[in-house]
């Protein structure tokens, strides 16, 4: 449990978020923390306010709570897992800090630091040795507090790649034809996911250390390898086989594995203008802070969607998320927009979906092939930063695993984060 924290020179008390009975009050917390599109028009999330950490058996939601009346001002949620890394060592205990929020009638009061140190002790007492969160590169208050006032150093720099799924693609950007059998896309069963998937992993500067689990929640909905027909690949042809070196044995010279999350399973985007606001319930993560910038949202415009604008306003949407993408080979640039449409094609069968997105690590060497360019024009992309501060104890860079290395650039981004 958390210790009640009382802050007597803001009297806010910081406790665990009680389910049974601050639910309402977290909704109306994060409607006020809304974010805005534009001018007349708010965008929304949502679903579950634990939905994000309800998955890590380590959890925890904070709030900060107005003494002399009760009411909520501030929230943010933690959570324990397990990484590896690429420079050998032993697994590592970090801390995700995710969703913090506090009311904009009472920032610039310490609310937001004291929420942030409140979630390091508790991840500090559950084994956690880093806190790591995340925040959009031009989200200059989230950096500075993180950077200037809690002590967090620079870690990762990634991009989030965000494509509607409704919006047309030229044929000549995706000349590469699923059906037409040049290419082929396979879904693998969750022992040869798991098996293809520990390998390539070894590649990464940083990785979740249980990805059976993350493959086996019930919001992915399966793992697939891209290839190409002509080469083939036998290692698979017996599902029974999980055997690493017996699937690899076979692998064709070009080829690429991805996985797909679905979000719409926990939360959905809202958009809404003002006169169409009416109660409705909400929670915002940190997804809705590196969505916004992305979303242009040409398929609001009738001219590219068979539902209209006012329609789309009215009814919230979900997204797929698009992970664990890695590839090999001189043509896997081309496997990349077999890919990208096969994902676009998902989305388009799911109900409610609008959005595809993707997050490469900065340095990732497949960002070079992810089809953008004039035929791409309604996707958009933005830059993602990682933060990063040692929790027990003062360790100096040259002698610490993670602060040593940073920043990291070929990373494996959670799905249970987003």
């Not at 049974?20 to 949502?46: H, P, Q, R, W």
């Not at 249980?210 to 190409?228: N, P, R, Y």
């Not at 809705?288 to 329609?311: A, G, T």
Request: aromatic share 8%; proline share 4%; glycine share 8%.
């Amino acid at each position: 449990m958390v210790d009640n924290i009382h802050d007597h020179q803001n009297k806010v008390l910081i406790r665990e978020f009680k389910e049974a009975t601050d639910f309402e009050a977290v909704e109306k917390l994060e409607k006020n923390c809304e974010i805005g599109y534009k001018k007349g028009i708010s965008i929304f999330m949502s679903g579950d306010p634990l939905c994000r950490i309800r998955l890590y058996p380590v959890h925890v939601m904070l709030v900060a709570q107005l003494l002399e009346n009760g009411e909520l001002v501030g929230a943010v949620r933690g959570c324990i897992k397990r990484v590896g890394t690429r420079f050998g060592g032993t697994d590592l205990t970090i801390g995700c800090i995710l969703g913090l929020r506090v009311s904009p009638r009472h920032r610039r009061m310490g609310i937001g630091s004291r929420l942030v140190k409140s979630v390091e002790e508790w991840m500090e007492r559950n084994g956690a040795q880093y806190a790591v969160l995340a925040t959009e590169e031009n989200n200059v208050a989230s950096t500075n507090l993180f950077s200037l006032k809690c002590n967090y150093v620079k870690f990762s720099s990634l991009v989030i790649y965000v494509q509607p799924v409704n919006e047309h693609l030229a044929e000549e950007a995706l000349d590469v034809d699923v059906s037409s059998r040049h290419i082929k896309i396979e879904k693998l069963n969750i022992d040869q996911a798991v098996a293809i998937y520990k390998n390539c992993l070894r590649q990464r500067e940083i990785y979740p250390t249980d990805i059976e689990a993350i493959l086996k929640e019930e919001l992915s909905m399966g793992t697939w390898v891209c290839f190409f027909q002509e080469e083939g690949w036998t290692g698979l042809e017996k599902k029974e086989e999980k055997d690493l070196d017996s699937i690899m044995a076979t692998a064709p010279k070009s080829w690429a594995i991805f996985s797909v999350w679905n979000t719409s399973e926990t939360y959905k985007l809202q958009i809404r203008r003002p006169n169409l606001l009416k109660l409705f319930h909400v929670s915002i993560s940190h997804a809705m802070e590196r969505i916004l910038p992305c979303l242009k949202l040409p398929f609001m415009s009738s001219s590219s969607s068979s539902m209209s604008s006012s329609e789309f306003h009215k009814k919230p949407f979900g997204f797929l998320f698009l992970y664990g993408i890695h590839g090999e080979g001189e043509r896997v640039g081309e496997l990349m927009k077999g890919v990208w449409r096969f994902g676009k094609r998902m989305g388009e069968k799911e109900k409610d979906c609008r959005v595809m997105m993707t997050e490469l690590g900065g340095s990732d060497p497949l960002r070079a092939h992810v089809p953008q360019g004039s035929s791409f024009s309604s996707m958009t992309c933005i830059n993602d930063l990682w933060y990063l501060k040692r929790l027990n104890g003062p360790v100096s860079d040259e002698d610490d695993e993670l602060t040593a290395i940073r920043p990291v650039g070929n990373v494996f981004v959670d799905p249970r984060e987003f």
